[in-house]
C-alpha cells in the first residue's frame, strides 16, 4: 500500500502524520513537496497535516489550496483516493473546495491545545468504521482557526445526508453545531480539526486515533 503526506512551506505535524501511516501499514509514506505537480503512482491514500502553511498569511489554507500539488489531490479524490485533512489540512480542503464550509477564528479568539472529548456522530464511512455512532473519544486539538462554519442550509445538508463524522462533546472553539469533522459526498475525503494522529500511542495519553488509520488503511489492504 503506497500512502503519501502532502507538505507545505509551515507544515508541523508532517512527521507526526508520516509516523502514523507507517505504524500502521508498515511502510513510510512518501513525503510529496508542495511545488511537485505529481503524486507518486498508485498512492492509495493522501494526507493532509496540520500546521501554518504558508504561515497562514492569507487566511488558513488558502494559499495552501492553490499549490500545484492539489491540483493532483483534487484528481485523486475525484477518482475515489480517501484523503484525510487534520487541522490546517481541513482547512485546505475547505479552501479547495473538496469539503463544505469554512474555518474561522475561535470563539474568544483564543488558540486551542488540549485533549477533548468527540462524540462519533456517523460510523458507517471509511474513517469511522471501528467506532460505534455515539461513541465518546478522545483526541487532541490545537488550533487558533478551528471554528466551522456554513450557512444553515449547508448545516442542514451535511448533517441530513450523514456527513457530519466527529462533533465536539462540550465547547471547545465555538463551530456550528460543535462541528468536529466533516465527510465529502462521496465519503472518501475527511476533514477534522483534533488530530488523530497524536492518539496512536499510550505513551502519549491515549490511542483513539489509531483506530482511525487501522480503519481507513485496513479497508484499502
Not at 513537496?33 to 503524486?39: E, G, K, M, P, Y
Not at 498508485?42 to 501554518?52: C, E, R, S, W
Not at 497524536?198 to 495519553?205: L, Q, S, V
Amino acid at each position: 500500500m503506497k500512502t503519501a503526506v502532502i507538505v507545505f512551506p509551515g507544515s508541523n505535524c508532517d512527521r507526526d502524520m508520516a509516523v502514523a501511516l507507517e505504524t500502521v501499514t508498515g511502510r513510510a509514506p512518501a513525503m510529496v513537496w508542495h511545488r511537485d505537480s505529481a503524486l507518486p503512482g498508485g498512492t492509495d491514500f493522501i494526507a493532509l497535516p496540520g500546521g501554518f502553511s504558508y504561515g497562514d498569511y492569507l487566511r488558513s489554507g488558502a494559499m495552501a489550496a492553490r499549490s500545484p500539488i492539489l491540483r493532483a489531490v483534487v484528481e485523486a479524490a475525484g477518482r475515489g483516493v480517501p484523503v484525510l485533512g487534520v487541522c490546517n489540512g481541513f482547512q485546505v480542503l475547505a479552501e479547495a473546495q473538496l469539503l463544505p464550509g469554512a474555518l474561522m477564528r475561535n470563539a474568544g479568539l483564543n488558540f486551542v491545545c488540549r485533549t477533548v472529548p468527540l462524540t462519533v456522530e456517523n460510523s458507517q464511512s471509511l474513517f469511522t468504521a471501528s467506532y460505534a455512532k455515539g461513541e465518546t473519544i478522545r483526541i487532541p486539538v490545537a488550533h487558533h482557526d478551528g471554528n466551522y462554519f456554513a450557512d444553515s442550509a449547508t448545516l442542514d445538508r451535511i448533517e441530513g445526508e450523514g456527513r457530519v463524522a466527529f462533533r465536539y462533546a462540550e465547547p471547545v472553539n465555538g463551530s456550528a453545531r460543535d462541528i468536529a469533522g466533516v465527510l465529502n459526498d462521496a465519503g472518501n475525503v475527511l476533514g477534522m480539526m483534533p488530530h488523530p494522529e497524536r492518539a496512536i500511542d499510550p505513551a502519549h495519553g491515549g490511542t483513539d486515533g489509531l483506530r482511525l488509520f487501522e480503519a481507513a488503511l485496513g479497508a484499502l489492504a
